[in-house]
Nanobody, 127 residues
């Protein structure tokens, strides 16, 4: 069993930055891909970013490309999401997810690729 705990959310003005963290426990994530998803009020959960187990490959939703950066520190069993130039439409609950099924490539943009999920952290961007 693995537990994922997100942190770093909060209230920020448009144009500002936040850095989300996802700390894993119970199992090492060093050999598995990780992803970030988000769910805005009244909307379905959507893909934000994903990173391969070694960090060599990253994937982004078009809406965040160039503004968000996903990274990982396998020694700390932690994944990060650096969010810059935030917009009000980025307001959502952000979830971290772990893929222990060995998915690669574009499969990592789908929720079905992930076996474990965190509880989420709230991000609110004011205009």
């Amino acid at each position: 069993q693995v537990q994922l705990v997100e942190s770093g959310g909060g209230l920020v003005q448009a144009g500002g930055s936040l850095r989300l963290s996802c700390a894993a426990s119970g199992r090492t994530i060093s050999t598995y891909a990780m992803g970030w998803f988000r769910q805005a009020p009244g909307k379905e959960r959507e893909f934000v970013a994903a990173i391969s187990w070694a960090g060599r490959s990253t994937y982004y939703a078009d809406s965040v490309k160039g503004r968000f950066t996903i990274s990982r520190d396998n020694a700390k069993n932690t994944v990060y999401l650096q969010m810059n130039s935030l917009k009000p439409e980025d307001t959502a609950v952000y979830y971290c997810a772990a893929d222990f099924m060995g998915n690669v490539g574009s499969r990592l943009t789908g929720q079905g690729a992930y076996e474990y999920w965190g509880q989420g952290t709230h991000v609110t961007v004011s205009s």
